[in-house]
């Protein structure tokens, strides 16, 4: 299945899994040239994967399900295309223990480490920042926010998706110092059920007795509507596979009707 896809749609990342394993390969695919490259990431767990600006490597995060690897801490690499994996320079490293996590999120300026960890508190969630054009200088944004705590990135900007004591999620704008700036889309009667940015807007989806209700937000803050209501059956919608998409794709099935996009 498609994984991920270059901004200017050149490359493709797909993954290919052996029966009923968790783990799995991730290949590459010039779609310009039509050639599948010889580049690959043999099977984990993928943590991230974010082409590089001039699409000449990628950026990834990967686990590894093998009893040594428990050993070693979390990284995040970067590969250049036609270079073995040996070459691969590693960006950031962080330690690991038995619940640990690190996710590589990113936008078109900036990439981010999302590192979960076990806390005085519970879990913690801490956010590293590098710049694209200086990827082995990481900052750190913030540290020890208790989970749930989803930042994700956008045009140079740091987000997050978080609750506070029993209400439900509300999306925050951030300063670059991890500070809250605005509220984005404040907290709603049910869980947020999806996210997804498209084409300037910000949409998010909830379950309401059984249906599912599509919000529009401007990234001003302001409230843009609801999405007229969709056919009966499972419907939602998909994710993203770049950075900046400019469409918003669903998907829906019944029992009159099979599977469609």
């Not at 590589?104 to 981010?112: F, M, P, S, V």
């Not at 913030?142 to 994700?152: L, R, S, T």
């Not at 990234?219 to 998409?245: I, K, V």
Request: hydrophobic share 35%; aromatic share 10%.
């Amino acid at each position: 299945r498609i994984h991920r896809i270059s901004e200017n749609g050149r490359l493709l990342a797909y993954s290919l899994k052996h029966g009923g394993e968790r783990t799995e390969e991730l290949h590459f695919v010039d779609v310009e040239n039509e050639r599948t490259l010889k580049d690959c990431l043999s099977a984990g767990l993928s943590r991230g994967l974010s082409f590089s600006s001039d699409n000449s490597g990628f950026y990834y995060c990967r686990e590894s399900e093998t009893p040594a690897s428990a050993k070693l801490p979390h990284q995040i690499r970067y590969h250049s295309f036609g270079d073995s994996a040996g070459l691969d320079r590693v960006l950031i490293s962080l330690p690991r223990t038995e619940r640990s996590r690190l996710v590589l999120i990113a936008d078109d300026e900036n990439l981010g480490a999302v590192f979960v960890h076990d806390s005085s508190n519970g879990v913690g969630v801490d956010l590293y920042v590098a710049p694209r054009r200086a990827d082995n200088l990481w900052r750190l944004v913030f540290q020890d926010k208790p989970a749930p705590y989803g930042p994700f990135l956008y045009r140079g900007r740091i987000y997050t998706v978080c609750s506070t004591g029993t209400h439900n999620e509300r999306v925050l704008e951030l300063n670059q110092d991890g500070r809250e700036r605005s509220l984005l889309v404040p907290a709603w009667k049910v869980p947020i059920g999806n996210l997804c940015l498209a084409k300037d807007r910000l949409y998010l989806s909830y379950q309401v007795e059984l249906k599912t209700i599509i919000h529009s937000w401007a990234w001003t803050g302001r409230f843009l509507g609801t999405l007229p209501n969709h056919p009966e059956g499972s419907f939602g919608m998909l994710r993203s596979y770049t950075n900046e998409g400019d469409a918003l794709f669903f998907s829906h099935e019944s029992f009159c009707e099979p599977p469609s996009i």
